[in-house]
């Protein structure tokens, strides 16, 4: 609940209440007392709750941001060129995105930030509807509400019916499940948004981070020609290094696609002085530039990703989806609370389903994030499960 002085606050707003503005609770607060008794466990905890990297960031990285400290003045919020570019580069090298120049590129202070503040910059408000997938990050529900907008969490894009539609945010690949929409689907995506006037962004945080593949593709981004015929417009996507690279700290992100709507979050961020320190710039265009870094942390995830779902699958679990991403997505047929509480009595700390939508209310999204010796700490812990 909002403190008593802002609830009056926002009452006394021509009818803009709490209720359009107040915020869910922050989920990983209802896990304290879990982690509380994983961390009793005589080995200590295996925290696998959350996606955050372990492993030291890139050398080339480093070496990057030292040659950068010395930046006494301030940065401007569009970014240096080079780094930019290196964005546009990078997409066109590993990803096959045409058509994307310096103008259609924007970096940001970590993805979750942009995330939440996106609907507000680009003028939502209590008129305007916003559609995210029904299992999906907390956080483009947050952005909706800080901009006083509805929400609807769903996959059918048909269930909405009529009603205009002012926002829809994918996410391929999924977090937390791992799933990977195919390049019909995102089509699909993007006709029907450009046919109801709808802005459709993209969060593709996880998109060099795939294990399995149906079709021997992997995951696409919504900006390459095969899903948007090589047109930019109306669509955004939103990139992070903090999975490829390590680089959770530094908190480097970009938006990229449709110039003008990159052009209005630029201006509104120019106001609010939002800007990525210099030094961090030349730390991205560094990570950006390097492929080898980004194989070398794959590979080590891929190692760990078999040998807990091997472990997870021999104590009984299933593991749907999670063919990309870094999160396996488990089940045993019970509630997600009851799982959460029985791998915690193991030392084992994994995030309920629940956190993203009801539909995964039987489901826990398992990290594979830890460190060799932590997982395999964990895969002795299930095989006594």
Sequence with gaps: MPPPFLEKW?????????????????????????????????DGIVDLSVGTPVDPTPAVVQEALRGAADSPGYP???????TRQAAVDWLARRFGVTGLGLDGVLPVIGSKELIASLPSHL???????????????????VG????????????????VGPEKVALVWINSPSNPTGRVLPVEHLRKVV???????????????????????????????????DVCDGDHSGILAVHSLSKRSNLAGYRCAFVAGDTSLVGELLAVRKNLGLQMPGPQQVA????????????????????????????????????????????????RDEPCWDTVRALAERGVLVAPGEFYGPAGARHVRVAFTATDERVEAAVRRLADA
């Design 144 to 159: 909706a509400r800080l901009a006083g907008a509805r929400a609807v969490a769903t996959d059918s894009l048909t269930s």
């Design 76 to 82: 401007t919020t569009v970014g240096r060129a080079d």
């Design 284 to 331: 991205m265009k560094a990570a950006l530039d390097d492929d080898e870094h980004v194989a070398e942390q794959h590979a080590r995830y891929a190692a760990r990703r078999t040998v807990l779902r091997g472990a997870l699958e021999g104590a009984g679990f299933r593991v749907d989806h999670s063919e990309a991403s870094l999160y396996l997505w488990a089940t």
């Design 10 to 42: 926002w009452a006394a707003r021509a009818g803009e209440g709490p209720v359009s503005r107040s915020l869910p609770d922050f989920p990983w607060d209802k896990l304290t007392a879990y982690a509380s008794q994983a961390r009793a466990h005589h």
């Design 191 to 225: 006709a029907w948004a450009r046919e109801r006037g709808a802005l459709l962004v993209s969060d593709e945080c996880y998109l060099e981070c795939a294990w399995e593949s149906a079709d021997g593709r992997g995951p696409v981004s919504v900006l390459h020609p």
């Design 123 to 141: 003028g939502l408000g209590p008129r305007d509807l916003v559609v995210y997938p029904a299992l999906a990050y907390p956080t483009y529900e």
